[in-house]
T-cell receptor, first 109, second 117 residues
């Protein structure tokens, strides 16, 4: 079956760095996405990885290892507004997005 | 670019009535659009995949006669919740996949909060 695993909840301190991991098992692979979702709002796109390695975009970076079925989202210089759920999703062989349950990130002052 | 709108953003209706939600891709064409439902503190649940000019594909457990989907153009898909009941109250979110992009990236609308009294 298809499966996306990510931690349910994480807590970090303002100004610090946090890494949110995602492991996946899917039928086919056409890329991995990270989305941010604030409470009561729709998800917004953060990053897309289809090749192995690190993609950096400002304070956010995303890493992919296809051989390990593993990705992480790295958030630096955390701000209170980064408190949200972070969703990992994999595009399968049919270009359908398979979603993880999301990781709720709590930022403390 | 890649903006998706939804209308209405919220709706309150009486039990037994029908509600139509529109999803539009404003600056790109989308052969495929998706409809999700999200209950409080739960993850996104894909309801159906909508393909322009053909019938929607519904996920297991989603009643196609209750949740009518029409994807009449490359920029518009509609979801009609027929004979709505309080248990249908939820946050409905659409997304659209640009026709000219590889990889399956989806852009989300802002969502529609439905409350059925």
């Amino acid at each position: 079956g298809q499966n996306i695993d990510q931690p349910t909840e994480m807590t970090a301190t303002e100004g610090a760095i946090v890494q949110i991991n995602c492991t996946y098992q899917t039928s086919g692979f056409n890329g991995l996405f990270w989305y941010q979702q604030h409470a009561g709002e729709a998800p917004t796109f953060l990053s897309y990885n289809v090749l192995d390695g690190l993609e950096e975009k400002g304070r956010f970076s995303s890493f992919l290892s296809r051989s390990k079925g593993y990705s992480y989202l790295l958030l630096k210089e955390l701000q209170m507004k980064d408190s949200a759920s972070y969703l990992c999703a994999v595009s399968d062989s049919n270009y359908q997005l398979i979603w993880g349950a999301g990781t709720k990130l709590i930022i403390k002052p | 670019g890649a903006v998706v709108s939804q209308h209405p953003s919220w709706v309150i209706c009486k039990s037994g009535t029908s509600v139509k939600i529109e999803c539009r891709s404003l600056d790109f064409q989308a052969t495929t659009m998706f409809w999700y439902r999200q209950f409080p503190k739960q993850s996104l649940m894909l309801m159906a995949t909508s393909n322009e000019g053909s019938k929607a594909t519904y996920e297991q457990g989603v009643e196609k006669d209750k949740f009518l989907i029409n994807h009449a153009s490359l920029t518009l898909s509609t979801l009609t919740v027929t004979s709505a009941h309080p248990e249908d109250s939820s946050f409905y979110i659409c997304s659209a996949r640009p026709t000219d992009r590889d990889g399956g990236e989806q852009f989300f609308g802002p969502g529609t909060r439905l409350t059925v009294l």
